[in-house]
């Protein structure tokens, strides 16, 4: 999926980033769990340093399968843990940078310990008006007899909608509008119900809109929807972060600060406020020993090696760190000390502020688990969190599994030929099953049913049984 306007969308998720340790978990075959039993690195390994498969038998998360290229992990440049990227592409290369600050792209920030490092982009559908240049009058047209007349063909809304990412989205709708003289969003409204019109509407408004949606309805009534709120601000890069604020205060004319502080209370405030700035170190940063080492010793002085934490301390290291860094802190931690950091955080905080910490360092441990387990918690127990199924499956944030299958409509005849990349999904899919033992579409598919569960299949690359 391309990031700017002008480029033609591809992939929702770029190949991940160098200049950090990959995941804790590298990857994971389809269907089994990583060779030699333990997903772990060694206790005598270096931090940071690749685990799980030896090199050429799995892929670093997020990869082509091959072995990384030379010095990429193992051999890093003397004094930096970790190799640094090239400079950003030129611009108009995929990936490239746009010729002016794309919409809430953050300004350039100081690296951790360095000169400022390279901001990353905003994700696919976080720049405002951004769209594919393909051609969607099919897909408008296919919509249209899809919703036109007595009834309405449910199998084509998920046929069409369901394989489309964000950039696809804002251009049919843009064509609907221009084709039809209709708005597709209350036409789809109108026609549908349920958890199937929910999940069609989360595809509609894209991902940015999205999550704005979301968000003021975990603050809206009685009480934080705090999971929602969560999926929504934690883990997020510093340009997704001013995009969300932005564009939160175009929609409802407040801002994100105003109503999460509003809604939370005492230390909770504090460490959303610190995520709400928008400042972690952005992920060009380079790893440096001698700086993980600093943030290991100052965290297990501010909680085990203390009576009472310094929780604050804790919150401002944890939130200030890119996902490379916290990672290495992580698999430092473990080594030093023989506990996780989970596990450090599971016992010297609770509720909300626990919640939180453990999604930031989960997600930057193992990303492929962190999906895995955010899909299973909202179908485990007695009945299924619908709407966190829906918001996990079908949103697009980079540690969430949405993926882009754009319709190539302009090379095709009258076949429409699918081109999506498989790389998050198939590593989420892979690690649910390696983790909780059964395929993730089986377990959908015994927590859903009829066009809902079709489209929830759809958004994730299974192909819907119609005929059941």
Known sequence: MSYYPGQQSHSQYPPQQQGYPPPMNQGYQQGYGPPGGSPYPPQNAPYGAPSGPPPGQQPPYGQPYGQPPPGQYNQPPPGQYGYPPPGPPPPGQYGGPPPGQGYGAPPPQAGYGGPPAAPSPPSPGYISGQQSHMDMSRAADDLRTAMKGFGTDEKALVRVLGSLGPLEVNGVKATFQARHRRDLEKDVHSETSGHFREGLMAILRG????????????????????????????????????????????????????????????????????????????????????????????????????????????????????????????????????????????????????????????????????DADLLENAMKGLGTNDKALIRRIVSAPPHGIR??????????????????????????????????????????????????????????????????
């Open 207 to 370: 991902p940015l809109d999205q999550d704005c949606h979301e968000l003021h309805q975990s603050i809206q009534g009685l009480g934080t929807k705090e999971s929602a709120m969560n999926d929504v601000l934690l883990a997020r890069s510093n340009a997704d972060l001013h995009a969300i604020k932005q564009r939160y205060h175009h929609m409802y004319r407040r801002t994100v600060e105003a109503d999460v502080k509003g809604d939370l209370s005492m230390k909770t405030e504090r460490l959303f406020d610190m995520i709400m700035s928008a400042r972690r170190a952005e992920e060009s940063t380079p790893v440096i020993p001698q700086q993980i080492d600093a943030d290991v010793q100052e965290i297990y002085r501010a909680t085990e090696g203390r009576a009472g934490a310094d929780q604050m301390q804790v919150c401002s290291i944890l939130t200030a760190r890119s996902n490379g860094q916290l990672r290495a802190i992580a698999q430092a931690y473990q080594q030093r000390y023989h506990r996780s950091l989970q596990e450090v955080i599971r016992k010297e905080f609770s509720g909300h502020m626990e919640q939180a910490l453990c999604f930031i360092v989960g997600a930057a441990e193992d990303p492929a688990k962190h």
């Open 403 to 468: 993926f882009s299958r754009a319709q190539n409509l302009a090379n095709t005849r009258r076949k429409v030929m699918i081109h999506r990349s498989p790389d998050r999904l198939q590593q989420c899919k892979a690690a649910y099953k390696h983790f909780y033992k059964q395929d993730l579409a089986h377990r959908i598919r015994g927590e859903t049913s009829g066009d809902y569960e079709k489209l929830m299949l759809a958004c994730i690359g299974s192909p819907p049984a119609f005929g059941r």
